[in-house]
């Protein structure tokens, strides 16, 4: 069974502070890993994809990357905006289902 | 284009009554999915289709039926409702295309069971 754990549950930054985010994952057969945002009350927002160890993605202050056995997420000098849940989830050989993690809920303080 | 729709919003039913929700969506996807999500727990998946007239149970199906019978439309049935089904209720699609994976959410529904 396709398993992600997500860390830290919550991540409190300052404007400007660098952080990472962590998910580690055990999955049949990769096929996809992917990072989504969450605001509070709205739907999931796809954010990137990353298919294979070593693969990295960028968007904005966001910096996704992978390895064997977890995904990180970086964010760089946050700002109030970049405020929300992030969610990990993992594809498998079964190209049918996503796993998610629980999330981490990410607040940047002014 | 709307993306992924969900009607209604919000809804407040008391237990042992029944509701329909919609899911929409207008990108010509194949796959539509249903999940739950309760605190600390994250997205479980409720039911999914592959195609029009198909339907499979995903992780945690019991108490709720699905239908698809056009391509656009996915509903989610509750027969009767139960205290444990609140809850925030989202519809995803995707389309079939090698090595394009990810889903794309509908804004949810938040379901209280009384």
């Known amino acids: 069974e396709d398993q992600v754990t997500q860390s830290p549950e919550a991540l409190r930054l300052q404007e400007g502070e660098s952080s990472s985010l962590n998910c580690s994952y055990t999955?049949?057969?990769?096929?996809?890993l992917f990072w989504y945002r969450q605001d509070p009350g709205k739907g999931p927002e796809f954010l990137f994809t990353?298919?294979?160890a070593g693969e990295e993605k960028e968007k904005e202050r966001l910096k996704a990357t992978l390895t064997k056995k977890e995904s990180f997420l970086h964010i760089t000098a946050p700002k109030p905006e970049d405020s929300a849940t992030y969610l990990c989830?993992?594809?498998?050989?079964?190209?049918?289902?996503?796993?998610f993690g629980a999330g981490t809920t990410v607040t940047v303080r002014a | 284009n709307a993306g992924v729709t969900q009607t209604p919003k919000f809804r407040v039913l008391k237990t042992g009554q029944s509701m329909t929700l919609l899911c929409a969506q207008d990108?010509?996807?194949?796959?539509m999915y249903w999940y739950r999500q309760d605190p600390g727990m994250g997205l479980r998946l409720i039911h999914y289709?592959?195609?029009?007239?198909?339907?499979a149970k995903g992780e945690v199906p019991d108490g709720y039926n699905v239908s698809r019978l056009k391509k656009q439309n996915f509903l989610l049935g509750l027969e009767s409702a139960a205290p444990s089904q609140t809850s925030v209720y989202f519809c995803?699609?995707?389309?079939?295309?090698?090595?394009?994976?990810?889903?794309?959410f509908g804004p949810g529904t938040r379901l209280t069971v009384t």
């Open positions: 995803a699609s995707r389309m079939v295309r090698l090595n394009s994976y990810e889903q794309y």
């Open positions: 999955v049949s057969g990769l096929r996809g």
């Open positions: 990353l298919y294979s």
């Open positions: 989830a993992v594809q498998g050989v079964n190209g049918l289902k996503l796993s």
């Open positions: 990108m010509n996807h194949e796959y």
């Open positions: 289709s592959v195609g029009e007239g198909t339907t």
